[in-house]
């Protein structure tokens, strides 16, 4: 027995039975109940709890109320934005680990090379998380993730040519473009409710 189902049944039954203003109040009633008994989101490992307090078992489950937002597809152009990502990704983190280990060796004063390696790696993961996830100010986290790229990349200029840092800051561009222009899919109305 699920709660939501009961939900789902009288509005079906409201809609497909009720005259105007009939709904109306009826509609009202249902608003009043979403708001006092908001639909939840159950993890696999709180199901197995509920169902042991049932049965006389656990108590203190955590559930929690969770807005779902869908994001639109990914574009072809949006897999090649993650593709080049976690290539850079990968070799900043290997030329960090490469820098770290001769760093602590020998050279005490490389620390700032290595840090300028590893927050480019961090952001790379960053961006491929806010391309396929939402998230909260999407804009400034996207922006912020651009800028430390590009900071790093010409702090590094040193230890990498200029196409390198082209490329590391124009795949950092193109993820920020295709995270900024993938946008929420617009909700689409439940007609076989």
């Not at 249902?30 to 042991?52: A, C, H, S, Y």
């Not at 990349?153 to 295709?178: M, P, T």
């Amino acid at each position: 027995y699920i709660v939501s189902d009961n939900i789902i049944q009288k509005v079906k039954c409201h809609f497909n039975c009720a005259s105007g203003s009939q709904m109306k109040a009826n509609w009202e009633k249902i608003e009043e109940e979403l708001k006092f008994r908001p639909p939840v989101q159950l993890k696999l490992e709180d199901t197995e709890l509920m169902n042991g307090m049932t049965n006389g078992g656990h108590a203190g489950v955590h559930v929690e109320v969770v807005p779902t937002y869908r994001m639109q597809r990914v574009t072809p152009l949006g897999i090649l934005s993650l593709v080049l990502n976690i290539m850079c990704g990968a070799l900043n983190l290997i030329r960090g680990v490469h820098l770290a280990e001769y760093s602590f060796q020998e050279d005490r004063e490389g620390i700032g090379n290595v840090i300028s390696f590893f927050l480019p790696f961090l952001a790379c993961v960053f961006q491929c998380y806010l391309y396929l996830f939402y998230s909260s100010a999407r804009k400034v986290k996207t922006f912020v993730l651009f800028f430390s790229v590009c900071l790093c990349n010409i702090y590094l200029y040193g230890l990498r040519n200029l196409w390198q840092i082209a490329f590391h800051i124009g795949v950092a561009s193109l993820s920020s473009y295709q995270i900024l222009t993938r946008q929420l899919m617009e909700k689409q109305p439940d007609c076989g409710v």
